[in-house]
């Protein structure tokens, strides 16, 4: 495959706020051109089936699902291409690509600006990187790999994490490629009860490829770390009850100007 004779692609994504989505995702490049359908799921009680549902509605070859508040920079497209055309060379078997992720060592690798932490997270490389694990920001699969999401993973949490894990078992690969993107999220400030659940219940489901390297915390790591971790989250869901959490919309940054100031775009 070549970048002139690029296959189609369509672009899913679970919307909750309009304004973000539009400000963000929907002001992408990628959107704008003919060629790739969006895919809006609205009211799902999990990402999972979200995505199920925009994959199974999907005729295309490969899907990227992209959070709502991912802005994909102009020229996005042509790295995506360019990269698959490596993947498909090197490893044809290929199912999953993300833009930020986990090497087998526990190394971070990828590039995002995230507007949660305020800062560029990784730096620039180059040829596409193994990973034992991908952030949920965007996730780009390889639909003849035939893999699909965990209808009963519950909430909107390590999805990313579990399809890695579904290609590893069936013997295919999860790569990062360096396509940054602008994640104009808000601010984090502690894990929820949300988050342990999708955790118990992938530890649960892979013990017996434990541990599983992830972006915010190992899961089956170690058990002194992951405790220390969960009171201190749930000291903060106690402390930030009833306060403000993080920034508003106005608070945001313009993707697109972000974009350029870091030559994205």
């Known amino acids: 495959m070549n970048q002139g004779a690029f296959i189609l692609i369509s672009v899913v994504a679970a919307v909750n706020d309009e304004c973000i989505f539009e400000k963000n995702l929907k002001a992408s490049n990628i959107l704008s051109n003919p060629d790739v359908k969006l895919f809006k799921q609205l009211g799902f009680s999990s990402a999972s089936l979200a995505y199920n549902e925009g994959l199974k509605n999907s005729s295309c070859e490969i899907v990227i699902f992209a959070h709502q508040?991912?802005?994909?920079?102009?020229?996005?497209?042509?790295q995506l291409a360019s990269n698959i055309s490596f993947l498909n060379q090197s490893d044809p078997e290929w199912a999953v690509i993300g833009v930020y992720g986990v090497k087998p060592s526990g190394?971070?690798?990828?590039?995002?600006?995230?507007?949660?932490?305020?800062?560029?997270?990784?730096?620039?490389?180059?040829?596409?990187?193994?990973?034992?694990?991908?952030?949920?920001l965007v996730i780009i699969l390889n639909v003849n790999s035939g893999l699909s999401f965990d209808d009963?993973?519950?909430g909107f949490?390590?999805?990313?994490?579990?399809?890695?894990?579904s290609?590893?078992?069936?013997?295919?690969?999860?790569?990062?490629?360096?396509?940054?993107?602008?994640?104009?999220?808000?601010?984090?400030?502690?894990?929820?009860?949300?988050?342990?659940?999708?955790?118990?219940?992938?530890?649960?489901?892979?013990?017996?490829?434990?541990?599983?390297?992830?972006c915010i915390?190992?899961?089956?790591?170690?058990?002194?770390?992951?405790w220390k971790r969960r009171v201190k989250d749930y000291l903060k869901s106690i402390y930030y009850l009833g306060r403000k959490k993080g920034q508003t919309l106005d608070d945001r940054l313009c993707a697109q100007q972000k974009a350029r100031e870091l030559g994205f775009e």
């Open 69 to 78: 508040d991912v802005y994909f920079p102009t020229g996005w497209m042509d």
């Open 107 to 136: 190394e971070h690798v990828g590039q995002a600006w995230s507007s949660g932490l305020n800062k560029l997270l990784g730096k620039p490389f180059n040829q596409p990187e193994l990973v034992d694990s991908i952030d949920e």
């Open 152 to 154: 009963k993973l519950p």
């Open 157 to 165: 949490h390590l999805y990313a994490t579990d399809i890695v894990q």
């Open 167 to 214: 290609a590893n078992e069936v013997g295919k690969k999860a790569y990062v490629i360096n396509a940054p993107v602008i994640h104009n999220s808000n601010s984090v400030l502690f894990l929820d009860a949300n988050y342990y659940k999708a955790y118990s219940y992938l530890k649960h489901k892979w013990n017996k490829r434990l541990p599983i390297q992830n």
């Open 217 to 226: 915390l190992t899961i089956g790591g170690d058990n002194i770390i992951f």
